[in-house]
């Protein structure tokens, strides 16, 4: 069974620039997160969709930020204009089912390192 | 406040010896989850044990063990007989809310590196 996949592994772009990253949870997974590490900071919470709808987006640090899910499937977080502050690796995760405890646990993605200039 | 605390930034073990890993955490929720992750120089995140609150007895899972004590509010993980591909830094990270509940954002620590030497 195929894992999360994520792309690009790497993006590198100047400020103001436009990046739009993408999630393919695994197959049959409902649930799709996204998480972000700053430099030198702990791993936060962006957002999570439950199939194709926002269950939280608390996260999103602001509204240069737009992740969507499509169908239900992959999932893209756009960042638009990019800033300085926005580097960082970019991580989904996505788990099968809330409603039991055994599938409750998040797989995550190999991430996507962004760095803007 | 923290709600998740690892406060070894790094941490030296010999091959074949084993290795615990802090992890303290802050919650006012009864029901909760912690997990563990690895995550090695490649950079992908690899879920390594599961832990819940209501787990009267510790989780493990292979070489790795969960040293769960609830009135401390700790969940270490101890690696066993490390290996040297058990370098990697190492994550803490803890859902609040009980399962099904429809919310399971995780909150993490800022990770421990564990270096395993021969």
């Known amino acids: 069974e195929a894992g999360v996949t994520q792309f690009p592994s790497h993006s590198v772009i100047e400020k103001g620039q436009t990046v739009t990253l993408r999630c393919d949870p695994i197959?049959?997974?409902?649930?799709l997160y996204w998480y972000r590490r700053v430099m030198g900071k702990e791993i936060k919470f962006l957002l999570h969709?439950?199939?194709?709808?926002?269950?939280?987006e608390s996260g999103m640090p602001n509204n240069r930020f737009l992740a969507e899910r499509t169908g239900g499937t992959y999932s893209t977080l756009k960042v638009q204009p990019a800033e300085l502050e926005d580097s960082g690796v970019y991580f989904c995760?996505?788990?099968?089912?809330?409603?039991?405890?055994?599938?409750?646990?998040?797989?995550f993605g190999p991430g996507t390192r962004l760095t803007v200039l | 406040a923290q709600k998740i605390t690892q406060t070894q930034p790094g941490m030296f073990v010999q091959e074949k010896e084993a290795v615990t890993l802090d992890c303290t955490y802050d919650?006012?929720?009864?029901?909760?989850?912690l997990f563990w992750y690895k995550q090695p120089s490649s950079g992908e995140m690899i879920f390594l044990i599961y832990?819940?609150?209501?787990?009267?007895q510790n989780a493990t899972e292979g070489r790795y063990s969960l040293n769960f004590q609830k009135a401390r509010k700790s969940a270490n993980l101890v690696i066993s007989a490390s290996q040297l591909g058990d370098s990697a830094m190492y994550f803490c990270?803890?859902?609040?809310?009980?399962?099904?509940?429809?919310?399971?954002?995780?909150?993490f620590g800022k990770g421990t590196m564990l270096l395993v030497s021969p």
């Open positions: 995760a996505s788990s099968q089912d809330l409603r039991e405890r055994d599938t409750d646990t998040q797989y």
């Open positions: 197959s049959g997974h409902d649930n």
């Open positions: 969709f439950v199939k194709e709808s926002k269950q939280d």
């Open positions: 919650t006012s929720d009864q029901s909760y989850g």
């Open positions: 832990q819940g609150s209501y787990d009267e």
């Open positions: 990270a803890m859902r609040e809310g009980l399962y099904g509940s429809g919310y399971s954002t995780l909150t």
